[in-house]
Structure formats: structure tokens, C-alpha cells
């Protein structure tokens, strides 16, 4: 058996450390809403996981440059909107808006990234550490996207409508002219672009991992 390439080999154990590091970063944000929603209720699910949810979640930041740079075979068309799409509610919702992070929907959002994340690094750290991973976990991969993205996309909705009204009452968003700049900007509108964008962008992400479920199972099965 010929010996993998340096530069190859180099890919892989750079791609299983990234893996596992993202995977244990989800485990945390999972473990750390489970005792805020039992221990307190739903208000503490944010405050317990705001630090972990943020590193793993920017860390997937990454994964739009290995797409750029072939050291996977995703789609920067389809990477790019999931990637940029989450961290705009990471960062230009949770963490700018204060109203939203007590709301009931931020727990059925954690719950839902968070079991989709961890069953999906540890199957990229198995494939990539191991060289395979198991059907159950493959099934896993392709399958609970059926019921977490959409509870997913909807929590990210609904907390977009929840922070409007700060958004309208907060100035902290806004760039009015005149100024130095000569430039104006109100987060509403780009608020509005950004709602607009999930229209065409729910089904053809969905489509695509159907698609992708189907082709990848089926070929488990016939090997």
C-alpha cells in the first residue's frame, strides 16, 4: 500500500483536530442548556452557554475557507449561506440584543444547532481520525436534519421578529446623516434584506441535503 502524502496526511490530522475540537465546544453548549433549562428554566439557557456557543459557532467560520481551499468537497454555495446565516443570529442578534436572549425560542435554537453539530463533527473526526465511520452514525449525519433544520431555521426567525422592536427603539444600530462619513445605515433594512433571503434560501439548502441524504445512503447500502 503506497504511503499517503505528506501534504495529504497533513490535511487529515489538521481536519480531525478541528473536528474534535468543534465537536467538544457543541458537547459543551448541549450540557451547559441542559442544566440552565432544568436547573432555572429557559431565561438561563443564553446566559449559561453564551461563551462556548460563541467559539464553536465561530469557529465554523473556518469551514468556508477549507471549502475555498478543496480540503473538502462541500460546496461554497451551500457552506456559505449556513455558515454566514449562523453567525449573523449568533452575533448580530443574541449577542446585540439583550430581548432575545431570554425568549423560549433560544432554547429550542441551542437544542437544535447543538445535536446537529455534535453528530456532525464526530462524523467528520471519525472519518478523518479513522478513515470510516459507523452506519448508524452516517444515518445520524443525513437524517436528524429533517427535524432539527427546520425547528432550527424557525427559532432563527422568531428571534429575529422578537428583536425588532429593540431594533426600532435603539439607536445603537443606526448611522443617520449628516456625519463625517456621509453616510447613512439603519440595521432594519438590513434586517429586511437578510429576512428576504431565507425565502429562497430554506428550500434550496433543504433540497440539496435531501438530495445528498439520498445519494449517500443509497451507496452505504450497495457497498
Not at 455558515?83 to 423560549?104: D, K, M, N, P, V
Not at 452514525?137 to 436534519?145: A, E, I, M, N, Q
Request: a positive charge; aromatic letters at 18%; one cysteine or more.
Amino acid at each position: 500500500m503506497a504511503a499517503a502524502a505528506p501534504g495529504s496526511a497533513l490535511r487529515r490530522l489538521y481536519l480531525s483536530a478541528y473536528s474534535w475540537v468543534v465537536f467538544f465546544g457543541w458537547a459543551q453548549v448541549l450540557c451547559y442548556a441542559a442544566s440552565a433549562l432544568l436547573e432555572t428554566g429557559h431565561e438561563a439557557v443564553y446566559a449559561a452557554v453564551e461563551r462556548p456557543l460563541q467559539f464553536a459557532q465561530t469557529a465554523a467560520f473556518m469551514e468556508i475557507l477549507h471549502s475555498i481551499l478543496g480540503f473538502v468537497r462541500s460546496p461554497i454555495s451551500t457552506t456559505l449561506p449556513q455558515i454566514t446565516g449562523r453567525l449573523y443570529i449568533t452575533w448580530g442578534i443574541l449577542w446585540s440584543f439583550r430581548e432575545a436572549q431570554s425568549h423560549i425560542l433560544v432554547t429550542s435554537l441551542i437544542i437544535s444547532w447543538s445535536i446537529t453539530e455534535i453528530i456532525r463533527y464526530s462524523f467528520f473526526g471519525m472519518k478523518e481520525t479513522f478513515g470510516f465511520a459507523p452506519y448508524w452514525l452516517l444515518w445520524l449525519r443525513y437524517s436528524t436534519f429533517l427535524v432539527f433544520y427546520p425547528i432550527g431555521l424557525l427559532s432563527e426567525v422568531g428571534l429575529i421578529f422578537v428583536a425588532i422592536p429593540s431594533m426600532k427603539s435603539s439607536w445603537k444600530c443606526r448611522l443617520m446623516m449628516p456625519n463625517k462619513w456621509n453616510f447613512s445605515f439603519d440595521y432594519r433594512y438590513e434586517l429586511a434584506l437578510t429576512m428576504t433571503l431565507y425565502v429562497p434560501g430554506f428550500p434550496y439548502l433543504f433540497r440539496y441535503m435531501v438530495a445528498k441524504r439520498k445519494k449517500v445512503l443509497s451507496a452505504r447500502k450497495t457497498a
